[in-house]
T-cell receptor, first 116, second 110 residues
Framework: SAVISQKPSRDICQRGTSLTIQCQVDSQVTMMFWYRQQPGQSLTLIATANQGSEATYESGFVIDKFPISRPNLTFSTLTVSNMSPEDSSIYLC?????????????FGPGTRLTVT | QKEVEQNSGPLSVPEGAIASLNCTYSDRGSQSFFWYRQYSGKSPELIMFIYSNGDKEDGRFTAQLNKASQYVSLLIRDSQPSDSATYLCAVFQGAQKLVFGQGTRLTINP
């Protein structure tokens, strides 16, 4: 499996500001993914981050609000821009290790964001 | 119709019994299927994956897949209180992404 870390683990931010979440994997992964999980809900995919190309966003999520970087095969960042209280959620990154045949994804510990 | 459907529960099972968790999916072309366990306040942890029809066993866990019925299940034998968690079914679709069900909350009663 892959070991994934995220920073920060939690933050409280003011409305209108931006927060960048970092995701680091201990091995090379082909694809990295960013999810949002609101309290009591399942996971919603925000975007897929590919190294060397722009991220692919899911319906309802746009690059201006959630810009993503993927500079190499072990690291990605997600920025939550111009935050509002509706952005309060847990943000999770995941990766699918390159040596796996069936696209198993492993998750980081998550970033708990509260917007006031 | 949701792409991946699970009974949200809660499902309550006595300790030592078999817990049975079910999931149906709508995309007939789906190829691989995953079960994640999520403890409260923690991130999802991959516990099983299956890609061919039939059963796959790993310790106390058995995943079952029936592609004709578009149905995947997870059995937990000899349930322990530590198995109490939310179990998420996820289906890998051709668009190169995992689609998650809403999760089933399982409680094992001592």
């Amino acid at each position: 499996s892959a070991v994934i870390s995220q920073k920060p683990s939690r933050d409280i931010c003011q409305r209108g500001t931006s927060l960048t979440i970092q995701c680091q994997v201990d091995s090379q992964v082909t694809m990295m993914f960013w999810y949002r999980q609101q309290p009591g809900q399942s996971l919603t995919l925000i975007a897929t981050a590919n190294q060397g190309s722009e991220a692919t966003y899911e319906s309802g999520f746009v690059i201006d609000k959630f810009p993503i970087s993927r500079p190499n095969l072990t690291f990605s960042t997600l920025t939550v821009s111009n935050m509002s209280p509706e952005d309060s959620s847990i943000y999770l990154c995941s990766g699918a290790p390159r040596d796996r045949e069936f696209d198993e994804q492993y998750f980081g510990p998550g970033t708990r964001l509260t917007v006031t | 119709q949701k792409e991946v459907e699970q009974n949200s529960g809660p499902l309550s099972v006595p300790e030592g019994a078999i817990a049975s968790l079910n999931c149906t999916y709508s995309d007939r072309g789906s190829q691989s299927f995953f079960w994640y366990r999520q403890y409260s306040g923690k991130s999802p942890e991959l516990i099983m994956f299956i890609y061919s029809n039939g059963d796959k066993e790993d310790g106390r866990f058995t995943a079952q897949l029936n592609k004709a019925s578009q149905y995947v299940s997870l059995l937990i034998r000899d349930s322990q209180p530590s198995d109490s968690a939310t179990y998420l079914c996820a289906v890998f679709q051709g668009a190169q992404k995992l689609v998650f069900g809403q999760g089933t909350r399982l409680t094992i009663n001592p």
